[in-house]
């Protein structure tokens, strides 16, 4: 089948489309992403298997004024239809709720499929403490309220998005194809510890991610504190990482490491060089708390133990295989407790031992099944 992917980003980082692209197209489906143009991108690219189209939107660079974005948007849509009548698809494959009109308005234009990929419970978005947060709420979920119901199929990340989506729309269940890394074998490094030149006698735990709000950054790091023969390293860019390397410099956040952002082809071999990772992500909105964030999964492809977050999907997978320890992620004394827990070695290679594991289990090879599956469903 011919799949056209459609994305409202400038798709230079997004794994997860990437990989869902790579698996279509190895079964033998005619996969283009379609994306939006910025300087400095190519218009058009092929690689693994797929083709990338960027649409240049001639409203892209327009400021101010409520109506842009709506302009923005309606060009988008327009130059996805102008795009699928000249190059045809099968298949309309909606990565979030913000391409479901354009993918809908193209699949009844051309009477073809249309797959709703659901990146995140769009009803339960953070958007912050702004007076217009509530609008906001309601106004980023419209799409998946008034089009979730005209989609061929509906994919979503985990299993408790996929259980509200079926409470709050009255859908069949959607298929849940969690956003795993590819099992391969991963050798342990000694690259963060030669880079930072964290000495020796320290434990290396890692967080890897947006360095933003929400993330469990303050109590983690305010943990590392508490506990001596650790040293924590923050890999990545965001609102607080200048906040944060300000406190470093300062003394006030010790054996604290911020780097900034890693190329992503390198970041497996920064994160095997790590002892312990941690996603202590917060419950600030209801995608937060159903959260079942890529590091996870990465940290236990890399052999590392976890602290993780008590919410039902993190606690769910770390409780399953007993990789590490659950934590109440704004509790900094319950995460430095945890840490201690972990610097035990009989416990540590429990856990260790206990990611391969789970790694059998939470790889690309085993969900990408399931994406096949369904999309066979749709030639049936």
């Known amino acids: ?14 794994v997860r489309v990437h990989k869902e692209a790579v698996t279509l197209a190895a079964a033998g489906h005619d996969v283009t992403v379609v994306a939006l143009w910025q300087q400095g991108l190519p218009l ?4 693994h298997g797929y083709r990338v189209h960027r649409l240049r939107l001639r409203t892209r660079t327009w400021r101010g004024g409520r109506l842009a974005p709506l302009f923005k948007y309606l060009e988008f849509a327009y130059r996805v239809m102008r795009f699928a009548g000249q190059h045809p698809a099968d298949v309309f494959h909606a990565n979030d709720a913000n391409t479901l ?7 009844r234009r051309f009477r073809v499929a249309l797959v709703y990929d659901a990146h995140e419970l769009e009803t339960g978005r953070n958007f912050g403490n702004s007076t217009l947060a509530g609008f906001y709420q309601r106004f980023w979920s419209l799409p998946e309220r008034l089009l979730i119901r005209k989609a061929d199929a509906v994919i979503t990340v985990c299993e408790s998005i996929a259980d509200a989506l079926v409470q709050l729309y009255s859908i069949s269940r959607p298929t849940v194809v969690i956003n795993c890394p590819e099992k391969r074998e991963i050798v342990r490094s000694n690259r ?23 993330r469990g ?17 923050v890999l990545g860019d965001g609102p607080l990482l200048q906040g944060l390397r300000e406190r470093a410099q300062s003394g006030a956040l010790e054996r ?29 909105c209801r995608s937060y708390y159903y959260a079942l964030p890529n590091k996870l999964f990465e940290y236990i492809h890399a052999g590392l133990p976890v602290v993780g977050s008590d919410l039902p ?27 201690r827990r972990l610097l035990d070695d009989r416990r ?20 990408s099944a399931k994406l096949l599956a369904l999309y066979a469903g749709l030639n049936a």
């Open 1 to 14: 089948m011919r799949v056209h992917s459609l994305v409202l980003n400038n798709f230079t980082n997004d």
């Open 44 to 47: 058009a690219e092929s690689g």
């Open 101 to 107: 009109p354009a993918a809908w308005l193209a699949m």
């Open 192 to 214: 963060l510890r030669e880079e930072l030149r964290i000495p020796p006698d320290l434990r290396i735990v890692l967080y890897q991610g947006a360095v933003a709000s929400g």
């Open 217 to 233: 950054l303050e109590p983690f790091l305010d943990a590392v504190q508490d506990v001596s023969g650790v040293a924590a390293v």
């Open 256 to 284: 604290v490491f911020l780097p900034g952002k890693v190329p992503l082809s390198a970041l497996a071999d920064y994160t095997a060089s790590a002892d312990i990772g941690i996603t202590t992500i917060q419950a600030t």
């Open 313 to 339: 999907e993190i606690a769910r997978v770390i409780r399953s295989f007993d990789v590490g320890e659950v934590v109440d992620p704004d509790d900094s004394g319950a995460i430095a407790d945890a840490l």
């Open 348 to 367: 540590y290679r429990e856990a260790r031992a206990n990611t391969r594991r789970a790694a059998e289990i939470y790889n690309w090879q085993h969900e």
